[in-house]
């Protein structure tokens, strides 16, 4: 059972990136799933959430407006597109997928069951 991070690079402020993680031995469909970064000498930072059936989405609100979470279960595959990119995204971004479904707790990492393994993206001024 794994999750497959994908799609970090070097971009300019302002630019775009989308980023995956597809399941590999798990059906993400019955999971919530969430997306986290962690900058080089800072903790890990939750910034967004999907739900698993009811649809419910969350963002941090340093990343409100400009990232949007989605899902594609017929690919297991979750998305993470993020526009307007600023230098203090600058983060290895990690993917995770939640069974508990507790609203209440979904930005700490405690809840999540499996995680990705991490793709770096990098904004430059």
């Known amino acids: 059972v794994q999750l497959q991070a994908s799609g970090g690079g070097l971009v300019q402020a302002g630019e775009s990136l989308k980023l995956s993680c597809s399941g590999s031995g798990l059906t993400l469909e019955g999971f919530g799933i969430g997306w986290f970064r962690q900058a080089p000498g800072k903790e890990r930072e939750w910034i967004s959430y999907r739900g698993s059936r009811d649809g419910t989405r969350d963002y941090a609100d340093s990343v409100m407006g400009r990232f949007t979470i989605s899902r594609d279960n017929a690919k297991n595959t979750m998305y993470l597109q993020m526009n307007n990119l600023k230098p203090e995204d600058t983060a290895v971004y990690y993917c995770?997928?939640?069974?508990?479904?507790?609203?209440?707790?979904?930005?700490?990492?405690?809840?999540?069951?499996?995680w990705g393994q991490g793709t770096l993206v990098t904004v430059s001024s």
């Open positions: 995770a997928a939640d069974s508990r479904l507790i609203l209440s707790s979904i930005r700490y990492a405690s809840q999540y069951d499996y």
